[in-house]
């Protein structure tokens, strides 16, 4: 009985999601030829698995014509994403860093602050019971 060899290294993402840049536009050829949706710029996004921006700079490499205007609003919708995720990231390492305090010195949450009241607190904390 012959059985089947698996192979130990193999990866779950398609082929085509880990060409380089070379690769993919060898390919693009023939995607080209066979794609039927509206937007072209999205369908080379998401079937080679790059960016909106990437994929239009790919497009034009191969002769495509793309609107400027789409271009500028995708560089803009590009910049809001990363101020998002700048914020984002600056929300959870504020948390992160209140979180850690609270462990650590046994001071209250800043959002537990407002509400106890602030004046409270100071009146009840004594130098005794500074950790520091």
Request: aromatic fraction near 6%; hydrophobic fraction near 30%.
């Amino acid at each position: 009985m012959l059985t089947k060899k698996i192979k130990g290294n193999r990866s779950n993402t398609p082929r085509r999601k880990r060409m380089d840049k070379a690769g993919r536009l060898q390919l693009a050829e023939k995607w080209l030829k066979e794609y039927t949706g509206k937007n072209i710029v999205k369908g080379y996004a998401k079937w080679f698995g790059v960016s909106k921006l990437g994929a239009v700079s790919e497009l034009k490499l191969l002769g495509i014509q793309i609107d400027e205007e789409y271009i500028l609003e995708l560089k803009k919708t590009e910049e809001e994403l990363i101020k998002q995720r700048k914020k984002k990231k600056e929300l959870k390492e504020l948390e992160e860093r209140e979180e850690m305090s609270y462990l650590l010195f046994g001071i209250p949450l800043e959002n537990e602050c407002e509400e106890m009241g602030k004046n409270q607190i100071n009146k009840d904390m004594k130098d005794e019971d500074l950790p520091f």
